[in-house]
Nanobody, 127 residues
Framework: VQLQASGGGLVQAGGSLRLSCAAS????????IGWFRQAPGKEREGVSC????????YWADSVKGRFTVSRDNAKNTVYLQMNSLKPEDTAVYSC?????????????????????WGQGTQVTVSS
């Protein structure tokens, strides 16, 4: 299983970026994909997740209303659309895959649930 995040870059505050997470070796529609970020000197933070069929999604409070998550299973790719970016969104963003089945209305962003991790992509938001 391989995951590769891409699409990061430098953007001004208020701008937008779309990150992509390309997955290989995964059974389509089976894995939840989570996005996580880590800023220098800070702990890793869960950002958003989407279940295999796309029916359950979750966003951290810090990005709710600004970020959206979607997936194209035909392309084995998950997207994180980031709008209204703020300097505090600056971090390395990574995607990860979980085989956990989530009951309830939402997937979760608990790091131990995620078994496969990809390399991240840097997002820098200037003020």
């Amino acid at each position: 299983v391989q995951l590769q995040a891409s699409g990061g870059g430098l953007v001004q505050a208020g701008g937008s970026l779309r990150l992509s997470c390309a997955a290989s070796g995964l059974i389509r529609n089976y894995y939840t994909i989570g996005w996580f970020r880590q800023a220098p000197g800070k702990e890793r933070e869960g950002v958003s997740c989407i279940t295999g069929g796309g029916g359950k999604r979750y966003w951290a409070d810090s990005v709710k209303g600004r970020f959206t998550v979607s997936r194209d299973n035909a392309k084995n790719t998950v997207y994180l659309q980031m709008n209204s970016l703020k300097p505090e969104d600056t971090a390395v963003y990574s995607c990860a895959a979980s085989r956990r089945v989530y009951s309830g209305d939402f997937c979760k962003l608990l790091s131990p649930d995620y078994h496969y991790w990809g390399q991240g992509t840097q997002v820098t938001v200037s003020s």
